[in-house]
T-cell receptor, first 115, second 112 residues
Framework: DVKVTQSSRYLVKRTGEKVFLECVQD?????MFWYRQDPGLGLRLIYF???????EKGDIPEGYSVSREKKERFSLILESASTNQTSMYLC??????????????FGQGTRLTVV | QQQVKQSPQSLIVQKGGISIINCAYE??????FPWYQQFPGKGPALLIA?????SEKKEGRFTISFNKSAKQFSLHIMDSQPGDSATYFC???????????FGAGTRLFVKA
């Protein structure tokens, strides 16, 4: 059973803390993504990576950074957490289809609350 | 050109009715059009997908209709059930592409 696993389901952090969200996939996918999901705003792409040590900004990268040191692991970092970063965070992965676009697989999500 | 526009934002359907969600895209390089289903507190999961060489794909009560010339595709849920109540996202991606482009989502509520 293929999997994208996020390290935490729920997190509560204090304003100003440095926060790490970890994501691991076991499908040998090249692409990995971090989204945040807020009510009424759909899935907003924060960062994505198409190879080890490669990263690209998504639509809302401000206040976030990422790290991909190994193919299977993609970390999202909140350098100094703020209350407006309270959200559901979703990690996803996909392969770079050689003959057509491909499915994205999602983790179960991390609900982060910053107090 | 990278956008996928989805409508409606929300939908209420009676049990047994047909739910229809529509999406439109601009980039003709897209060649994979999935629909994702998301239940509260869970990540989205693939429901059904279509490639542009066919105009329709059916899996059980779920059907994708695809109109290549109009650059539109839609999800039909026949005999809608309360258990279908969820958020549905259309999406598009392409060969060798890095990103899947998602629609804004439709919240479906099926009344018992």
């Amino acid at each position: 059973d293929v999997k994208v696993t996020q390290s935490s389901r729920y997190l509560v952090k204090r304003t100003g803390e440095k926060v790490f969200l970890e994501c691991v996939q076991d499908m040998d996918h090249e692409n990995m993504f971090w989204y945040r999901q807020d009510p009424g705003l759909g899935l907003r792409l924060i960062y994505f990576s198409y190879d080890v040590k490669m990263k690209e900004k998504g639509d809302i990268p401000e206040g976030y950074s990422v790290s991909r040191e190994k193919k299977e692991r993609f970390s999202l970092i909140l350098e100094s957490a703020s209350t407006n970063q309270t959200s559901m965070y979703l990690c996803a992965s996909s392969s770079q289809g050689k003959s057509g676009g491909t499915e994205a697989f999602f983790g179960q999500g991390t609900r982060l609350t910053v107090v | 050109q990278q956008q996928v526009k989805q409508s409606p934002q929300s939908l209420i359907v009676q049990k047994g009715g047909i739910s229809i969600i529509n999406c439109a895209y601009e980039n003709t390089a897209f060649d994979y059009f999935p629909w994702y289903q998301q239940f509260p507190g869970k990540g989205p999961a693939l429901l059904i997908a279509i490639r542009p060489d066919v105009s329709e794909k059916k899996e059980g009560r779920f059907t994708i209709s695809f109109n290549k010339s109009a650059k539109q595709f839609s999800l039909h849920i026949m005999d809608s059930q309360p258990g279908d109540s969820a958020t549905y996202f259309c999406a598009a991606s392409m060969t060798g592409g890095f990103k899947t482009i998602f629609g804004a989502g439709t919240r479906l509520f099926v009344k018992a």
